[in-house]
């Protein structure tokens, strides 16, 4: 009865070291706190960038253009670049109805990870660009992005 308890005591032991293992790494990520930018479109005559991240505002403004409208939240959302950068996603024109939705930023073993959904409707009697553009705080411009994007039909 007593080698029980002692096989009991390290049974226990070793799955309360086995479930605490794991926790140093889950530590390991950062939350990155971003805003998601509105009332931009990309411009016609561009190539899509390879790379997501644009550090400076003359690339993006080369990229980008404002689509400010009348009313509440009309105006495109400001971006300081000398404080912050963007990443931005952008898709090939397309008639299907698509919305890219940010869903987090995380920093780990100093590489930015974005995941988004891609979420896909309806064919549509005219085109579009997706275009999904978040702000980041300067701090992290200098880590490597990693992109990872999950398509909901």
């Given at each position: 009865?007593?080698?029980?308890?002692?096989i009991f005591a390290m049974a226990s032991l070793?799955?309360?070291?086995?479930c605490t293992a794991n926790k140093p790494a889950e530590e390991d990520?950062?939350?990155?706190p971003f805003e998601v930018a509105k009332n931009y479109f990309f411009k016609n005559n561009q190539e899509i960038p390879v790379s997501p991240k644009i550090t400076?505002?003359?690339?993006?403004d080369r990229l980008f253009g404002m689509a400010?409208?009348?009313?509440?939240?009309?105006?495109?959302?400001?971006?300081?670049f000398d404080k912050q950068?963007?990443?931005?996603?952008?898709l090939p024109v397309t008639d299907v109805a698509t919305e890219i939705i940010p869903d987090k930023v995380e920093l780990k073993d100093d590489r930015l990870f974005y995941s988004y959904e891609l979420k896909t409707g309806e064919?549509?009697?005219?085109?579009i660009q997706p275009v999904s553009i978040i702000i980041l705080d300067k701090q992290f411009e200098n880590h490597e992005v990693?992109?990872?994007?999950?398509?909901?039909l």
């Open positions: 009865m007593n080698m029980k308890k002692i070793l799955m309360m070291v086995g990520i950062e939350s990155v400076s505002a003359d690339t993006f400010a409208f009348m009313g509440k939240d009309g105006q495109p959302t400001t971006i300081d950068f963007v990443l931005a996603i952008v064919q549509q009697s005219y085109f990693v992109v990872d994007s999950k398509v909901t």
